[in-house]
């Protein structure tokens, strides 16, 4: 049976959570492969806002088992917060395992990640959450994991080699009075042991769920834009948050990845710093803006908001090798006369369809508009295809000729009823 995987397709945001609830009605296994809690997953449920950070957003059914893959980076902390808001919701977390690869995201690494980012004078923007500083620790070989932190003598081992390094860098640059081995050791040791018997070779389950014939579904974080290798560098994340990212964070072979829906916003938002060329500064992007309710989940940030960019979710669709585009907030639309489409940019006086590998050059790209009639019809009770507006069908089929990739999902609001599955994903659960 298929392993599916539902990517970002442009800077986070674009409804991830949403359509991975969706889809995990009938998913055996949800996983998340990258990224940690600089992820802000909304799902809605019988009118309950649930905002997830680190557990994949199937942990809402009962019978999914949720799966914290080697390549996020884990935020204890976080980690057992949220295990506890899921409980005070009545949601069991008997499913939830964590891979024993999987990178601790540090006391020390959070402290890095702001003073850093005040440090900076290109600023990124990041959520603050340790993510990057976690992740320099993991490639510098200097990165304590779920594996040694669930095992005191190798936790204390690990602090003690790292920890004097951490604080001369916090103290000597940053004149921060550091951290005590001692400290830190007792404090995680507890939210250790609040999961530790959650910790597992979660690579091994995924194969045998994947032998089993059960039905796994990879839910990305972040965007393809905010890829570490292929988003818009230096203003990214720290992980390969697009689809090349999945084998490597799961322990999975990348052939057995048979599907890979790209989720795309009907418009385009940005939260943080970096180039973003159909950014609309008026009245318009802060219409787009109140209709969408887009201010961040993680950090309440207003998120910047512009029209939908054909060249951007072409350059994804190759990136990810998407076989299914996901089209969410279409109805934020519903309000407007008319609705623009960049599809190609002016670059200098040349035209072009493919986006910019040169950061310099995507901040002189200027967006070469299509403009297509808005339907001005209310969309969130469409049930199918049949039910929208004929210039709402026309948008959605003229964005997926842009893209070059196949519609497969419509949202048209943020509950799951709301939802058009135009073809399925994965057959009925055993
Ligand atoms: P994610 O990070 O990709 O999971 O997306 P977020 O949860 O950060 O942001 C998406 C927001 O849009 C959330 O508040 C969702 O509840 C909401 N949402 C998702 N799909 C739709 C939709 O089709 N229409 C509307 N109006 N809201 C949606
Ligand atoms: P989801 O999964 C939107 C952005 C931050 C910042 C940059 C780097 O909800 O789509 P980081 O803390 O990761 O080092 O910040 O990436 N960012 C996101 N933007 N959605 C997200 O996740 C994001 N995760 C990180 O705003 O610009
Ligand atoms: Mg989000």
Same mark, same amino acid.
């Given at each position: ?5 539902? &990517?970002?397709?442009?800077? @986070? ?8 609830? &969706?889809?995990?009605?009938? +998913? ?38 949720? *799966? ?49 980012? $005040? ?36 936790? #204390?081992? #690990?602090?003690?080699?790292? *920890? ?10 940053? @004149? ?27 690579? %091994? ?41 999945? +084998? ?22 940005? &939260? ?11 009245? &318009?992007?802060? %219409?787009? #803006?109140?209709?969408? $309710? ?21 350059? +994804?669709?190759?990136?990810? @090798? %998407? ?52 339907? $001005? ?5 469409? $049930?199918?295809?049949?039910? *929208? ?14 893209? @070059? ?10 509950? #799951? ?14």
């Amino acid at each position: 049976m298929p392993i599916a995987a539902l &990517v970002g397709t442009q800077w @986070g945001d674009e409804g991830k959570g949403k359509i991975t609830d &969706v889809l995990a009605a009938k +998913a055996d296994v949800v996983a998340r492969y990258q990224g940690g809690n600089n992820a802000g997953h909304t799902v809605v449920v019988e009118n309950v806002k649930y905002k997830l950070h680190l557990i994949p957003s199937g942990i809402l059914y009962s019978g999914t088992t949720c *799966l914290i893959g080697n390549g996020v980076v884990v935020d204890p902390k976080v980690l057992v917060e949220e295990m506890r808001y899921l409980h005070e919701h009545g949601i069991d977390t008997g499913n939830l395992y964590i891979s024993d690869k999987a990178h601790v995201i540090m006391p020390y690494h959070k402290v890095l990640d702001k003073l850093e980012e $005040q440090a900076r004078r290109l600023k990124i923007g990041t959520t603050g959450r340790g993510i990057g500083p976690a992740y320099v620790d993991k490639y510098m070989r200097a990165g304590i994991r779920i594996g040694d932190l669930i095992n005191p003598t190798r936790f #204390r081992s #690990r602090l003690e080699d790292f *920890l004097p390094l951490k604080n001369r860098i916090l103290q000597e640059i940053y @004149g921060h009075p550091g951290f005590e081995v001692e400290q830190i050791f007792q404090e995680y040791s507890g939210y250790a042991r609040e999961f530790a018997d959650r910790v597992a070779d979660t690579s %091994l389950l995924i194969d045998e769920a994947r032998l089993a014939g059960k039905n796994v579904l990879c839910e990305g974080a972040q965007g393809t834009f905010l890829d570490i290798d292929h988003g818009t560098y230096p203003f990214v994340t720290s992980s390969n948050s697009s689809a090349g990212g999945i +084998a490597a964070g799961l322990g999975i072979g990348p052939n057995h990845v048979s599907s890979i829906i790209g989720v795309v916003k009907a418009y385009s938002t940005r &939260v943080g710093e970096g180039p973003f060329p159909t950014e609309l500064s008026d009245a &318009v992007g802060e %219409l787009i #803006r109140e209709r969408g $309710q887009e201010y961040g989940t993680t950090t309440g940030r207003p998120r910047r908001c512009g029209w939908f960019d054909a060249v951007m979710v072409r350059y +994804a669709a190759r990136i990810n @090798g %998407l076989t299914g585009l996901a089209v969410t907030l279409l109805d934020v639309l519903d309000a407007f006369q008319s609705i623009k489409v960049c599809v190609a940019y002016d670059y200098r006086g040349e035209r072009l369809e493919h986006f910019p590998t040169d950061l310099e050059a995507l901040q002189e790209c200027r967006p070469i508009y299509v403009e297509l009639p808005g339907w $001005q019809t209310e969309t969130s009770n469409a $049930q199918s295809w049949a039910d *929208l507006p004929a210039k709402a069908q026309d948008f959605l089929s003229f964005i997926a000729k842009e893209v @070059g990739c196949a519609l497969q999902i419509i949202s048209v609001g943020p509950r #799951r009823d709301q939802t058009i599955v135009l073809s399925e994903v994965f057959g009925e659960r055993d």
